[in-house]
């Protein structure tokens, strides 16, 4: 049973800065990883889909790397701003699987 | 439409009564997914539809929790003799395409989600 486990629980940084948060996942038969932000009340929004033939997907000021060998994930982003502040989640689809695991979420302030 | 539709976007209703969530994924998405999320937890699976193959009930927590979905479209998930351990927010997703590779086609588009609360 696929596992995924999502560290800091909870971050906090001054405004600028560029930042990694990390996924780690247990079975590495992996189909895809997808990053998800989650803002209060709200749904799950998309970030960036990778594929497990894949080791990275960029989109403007994030990068989502997957390191299937070693069962990690890492979302950096660049010159954090405000607005970047959520909950930012992370799944992992296995290969048997149809459904996505979830991590429990690292919880992102960006001070101003 | 747009995006994925939920309703109703807030539920309070006392123990013991059945409750209906209603999901509308978007438009020509053979893929549909029920998770819950707890307060201050992370998502937890219940059911997966995808086109007109057997549903993947595996996630649900009792036989109290069904859903169905009519085709391609509209999907229902109906908690029986609601309990206390219910409450969360219920969010549907939906996605192109599942089990395939291609571009896009496993991105997971979330609705904003039904708040139960259970009295």
């Known amino acids: 049973k696929q596992e995924v486990t999502q560290i800091p629980a909870a971050l906090s940084v001054p405004e600028g800065e560029n930042l990694v948060l990390n996924c780690s996942f247990t079975?590495?038969?992996?189909?895809?990883l997808q990053w998800f932000r989650q803002d209060p009340g709200k749904g799950l929004t998309s970030l960036l889909l990778?594929?497990?033939?894949?080791r990275e997907q960029t989109s403007g000021r994030l990068n989502a790397s997957l390191d299937k060998s070693s069962g990690r994930s890492t979302l950096y982003i660049a010159a954090s701003q405000p607005g970047d502040s959520a909950t930012y989640l992370c799944?992992?689809?296995?290969?048997?699987?149809?459904?996505?695991?979830f991590g429990s979420g690292t919880q992102l302030t960006v001070l101003p | 439409g747009a995006g994925v539709s939920q309703s109703p976007s807030n539920k309070v209703t006392e123990k013991g009564k059945d409750v209906e969530l209603r999901c509308d994924p978007i438009?020509?998405?053979?893929?549909l997914y029920w998770y819950r999320q707890r307060l201050g937890q992370g998502l937890e699976f219940l059911i997966y539809?995808?086109?007109?193959?057997?549903?993947?009930k595996s996630g649900l927590p009792s036989d109290r929790f069904s859903a169905e979905r009519t085709g391609e479209s509209v999907s229902t998930l109906t908690i029986q003799r609601t309990q206390q351990e219910d409450s969360a927010v219920y969010l549907c997703?939906?996605?192109?395409?599942?089990?395939?590779?291609?571009?896009?086609?496993?991105?997971?588009?979330f609705g904003a989600g039904s708040r139960l609360t259970v009295l």
């Open positions: 079975d590495s038969a992996i189909y895809n």
């Open positions: 438009s020509g998405h053979t893929a």
């Open positions: 539809f995808q086109g007109n193959s057997a549903p993947d």
């Open positions: 799944a992992a689809r296995s290969g048997s699987a149809r459904q996505l695991t």
């Open positions: 990778i594929q497990s033939s894949q």
């Open positions: 997703a939906s996605s192109l395409e599942s089990g395939r590779v291609g571009s896009g086609a496993n991105v997971l588009t």
